[in-house]
């Protein structure tokens, strides 16, 4: 059985930094890219936030992220990272993590197995 879990998320305010990760079990990690999307209650669709390839050889990170997050993954612990600096309100959401088989997509219908999410608030 496929699990993705992810802890970190919390209160920040404005400005600050938090750390996510997302502990994969019952898969090939190595063979799996994996990914970090985020949904508001106010937009049904996934957005894509980051993602790196199996080997870790590619990251893809949004625009909206790009200069304060970075994803990283750890194939021996079977983990990807999620570090998220300089945060905004319009950060606030729950952040899933997500793997696919083979290539990284920054498309959430591509991602074959999926967390339950870890909420995020960005607030002064």
């Known amino acids: 059985q496929v699990q993705l879990v992810e802890i970190g998320g919390g209160l920040v305010q404005p400005g600050g930094s938090l750390r996510l990760s997302c502990a994969a079990s019952g898969l090939p990690f190595s063979r799996y890219s994996m990914g970090w999307f985020r949904r508001t209650p106010e937009k049904e669709e996934r957005e894509f936030v980051a993602?790196?390839?199996?080997?870790?050889?590619?990251?893809y990170t949004s625009e909206s992220v790009r200069g304060r997050f970075i994803i990283s993954r750890d194939n021996v612990k079977n983990e990807v990272y999620l570090q998220m600096n300089g945060l905004k309100l319009e950060d606030t959401a729950k952040y899933y993590c997500?793997?696919?088989?083979?290539?990284?997509?920054?498309?959430?219908?591509?991602?074959?197995?999926w967390g339950q999410g870890t909420q995020v608030t960005v607030s002064s």
């Open positions: 997500a793997a696919v088989l083979g290539r990284a997509s920054n498309s959430a219908s591509a991602y074959n197995y």
């Open positions: 993602a790196i390839n199996y080997n870790g050889a590619g990251t």
